[in-house]
């Protein structure tokens, strides 16, 4: 069985002020029974860490190196060794703003991997893929060259964010997002068995708020989301994390 996981990205939002959302988090949630995860911004990683009680942290991106002159960059290692224990990786904002490759994507997975981190992959097709009947191709593609062989169900959550999604208000039909989700389930099958394919989880993110993610929740191979703006007021996030904690 795989865990439900609720997942937070805050983006570049927050200021220490802002971790008050945090802790209402984590006295409201001191032993659930859904995985919780929140990705506040960097410089917050470290603060975060010492007081998430049962939420795990995690950063939004990191480095494929393990130090060195990259003005600007952290490492994984750097992410670990500020308490986190997990990362996003691939984006679809890193992707467009910082051009990031699914092989850059890859590369950052194994250094965080390396680093002991969980890697959260993130695929999504634009409005043009999708309309042009390309949306299973583009996830084909992104899959295969971002998630590294060295894939456990321990080490990467899959999201799928179509990009169209993201900050719209807009969502896929659940039958849509169902389509996808069990294509990628169906993909990690073939290239690392039934059971590692089995066990990766794969969230839905794009527009999960507390009045759609109850339905979101109930579709095949949906094992979680990947939430921005409504995590980023407890009330709204304790929402969605309690219809996972309803539908598992
Ligand atoms: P929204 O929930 O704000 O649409 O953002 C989704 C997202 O990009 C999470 O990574």
Redesign the pocket.
Known sequence: MRRKLAAG?W?MNGLRADLAELDALASRYEAPEVDILLCPPATLVAEACARSGAISIGGQDCHSGQSGAHTGDISAMMLKDAGAGAV?LG???RREDHEESSEDVRAKALAANAAGLMCVI?LGESLEQREAANTLEIIGGQLSASVPDTATGENLVI?Y?PIW????GLVPSLDQIGEVHDFIRTQLERRFGAGVGRSVRLLY????KPDNAADIFAVSNVDGA??????LKSGDFSAIIDALNDSA
């Open positions: 990205n983006k996003i984006h679809s904002e993130c999201a964010e999604a993201i900050g719209t993110g794009g527009s999960v990947l939430v921005g703006g409504a995590s």
